[in-house]
């Protein structure tokens, strides 16, 4: 019955246009990083913190394949390394953000009335703040770090998703179907778990593919200006951060972090192209309330 | 229109209010004593009679609603303290650097407007040929672009290779070029698409052929009937981009060594200089809803549905 009911909508992902070959390229690509992030330990030639001043900034060769830094870090390993950085902590802040959007929009929706009034004039708050000012002006109040940095993305996205899952919800609160399953006598939790949610699914997925490139932007620039991952550890931002005093003298290392990270969001942001064309076509950011 | 804008005008004030509750709020609940950081700043040894002495001076021993009040009242009064790390007033510093990141924004956006315009309407000319797909490579690659990373790929290749622009610092037109580039490329990109998208779905509409059934010429077509019409969303969509240029900004003038409040914010942040962290924030959040406010007027200057109804005004 709720298949049925999603596809009318044209929600369900059983139902639309088979992927073309752009797609069928992000998904590898998407594949690939996912696969060379989760192997990255045992891929990885060298240790990607192992300080070697003998080799120091080398050029690309047969032993380190992308050179090494000004400390003799090999590129590749600590490309590798970062990639595990960036995408955990992306993969980590969209949880976050899914899981309080999910959570507050919902209840918002479902429950209406005064509850929804304040929930939205909080958004409204929220969303009244640029977002990276937002995420700067959370940092300084939780201070630098990752996990901080992963805190705050997530603080300042939170308000999005909220507004688009209470649209939805609704947008479908007084159909038949929501309505027949209230009068069958299940709770408003469960309707919202049973229908409302499935229904929400596919538009998130889609949201949070396209938005997972951005998010990455977000973590890496502030790694890049000192407030997130700390140098030690290899993440891309930070790298070229590190790179940026050789930009005269060896301009390649501030190449590969860059065409990582520039590689990553164009995947997942042709992923998430994809798959709103083929899920929901209709899906407008502009016109979702 | 005066109403419309006056309606407006009020409401910023229970917006600014709720975002500088937000503001006090959270940074006083956070995790740390700003007390301690205060000391820390200072460079004075954490004794419990110096901390002491620190909250009292700080007013941290008073109740936090009547903390918040002295606050807004004195910030009302623009006065935002006094930064923990140089001991100077929080609002002449900010102001001194502030100049020079507007300047670089407002560039930036001159830039987002001129380029995608143009680039939307080559695009929606051709639909689906060689000037479409050019235009959709263009926006894919911009929208996946970190600005940083641009930023110090076009030093590399004009001031590193050419020796065209200069690589640093603020100066004449030349100083600007690279800096508004990198932070506009994303923003254009997305208006670009916009306007594309929008443009053939106006000129689908049946307006538009009985413009030409008039036997107006395509030009005329295209700019008075089209055109005019196929902007709207790319006002609106220009209310978001604002905030996107100002971030792009903050982190940008660090690479280009912009003389902004970026660099000025980024290290009171990681000095936990709460004075200024504040006051930074309110500005910028006012200066984002200004611009919004700037955005809406234009947008019902152009649209008369708008200013002419209450409702969807207040939606």
Known sequence: MIERALSADGLSPLHGRRFGWTAQIAFTLVALIVAVTAAGPWIMPFDPDAVDLVQRLQPPGPVHWLGTDHLGRDILSRLIAGAGVSLGSVALAMALILAAGIAIGGAAGVLGGRFDQAIMRTTDIFLTFPTLVLALFMIGMLGTGLTNVILAIALSHWAWYARIVRGIVLSLKHREFVLASHLAGMSRLRVFTKHLLPATLSQLLVLATLDIGHIMLHVSSLSFVGLGVTPPTAEWGVMLNDARQFVWTKPLLMLWPGLALFLSVMAFNLAGDALRDRLDPRLDLGHVH | MAGFILRRLLLLLPMLLAASLIIFLLLRLGPSDPAMDYLRLS???????????????????????????????????????????????????????????????????????????????????????????????????????????????????????????????????????????????????????????????????????????????????????????????????????????????????????????????????LNRDYPVIQCFTLLMVTIFVLCNLAVDIAYAWADPRIRLSPEVAHD
């Open chain 2, 43 to 269: 460079r004075v040894p954490p004794t419990p009679q110096a901390l002491a002495e620190a909250q009292t001076m700080l007013g941290l021993d008073r109740p936090l609603a009547v903390q918040y009040l002295d606050w807004l009242w004195k910030a009302v009064r623009l006065d935002f303290g006094i930064s923990y790390v140089t001991q100077r007033p929080v609002l002449p510093s900010l102001l001194h650097f502030l100049p020079a990141t507007l300047q670089l924004a407002g560039v930036a956006l001159v830039v987002t407007l001129g380029v995608s315009v143009p680039l939307g309407m080559w695009a929606a000319r051709h639909p689906d040929r060689l000037p479409d797909h050019l235009v959709r490579l263009i926006a894919f690659i911009g929208v996946s672009m970190p600005n940083f990373w641009l930023g110090f790929l076009l030093v590399l290749l004009f001031s590193v290779h050419l020796g065209w622009l200069p690589a640093m610092g603020r100066g004449g037109w030349s100083h600007m070029v690279m800096p508004a580039i990198a932070i506009s490329l994303m923003s254009l990109s997305i208006n670009a698409r916009l306007l594309r998208a929008s443009m053939l779905e106006v000129a689908g509409q049946r307006h538009v052929t009985y413009a030409r059934l008039r036997g107006l010429s395509e030009r005329t077509v295209e700019r008075s009937h089209v055109l005019r019409n196929a902007l709207l969303p790319i006002v609106t969509a220009t209310g978001m981009h604002v905030g996107e240029l100002i971030g792009g900004t903050l982190i940008v003038e660090s690479i280009f060594s912009w003389p902004g409040v970026g660099r000025y914010a980024i290290s009171a942040i």
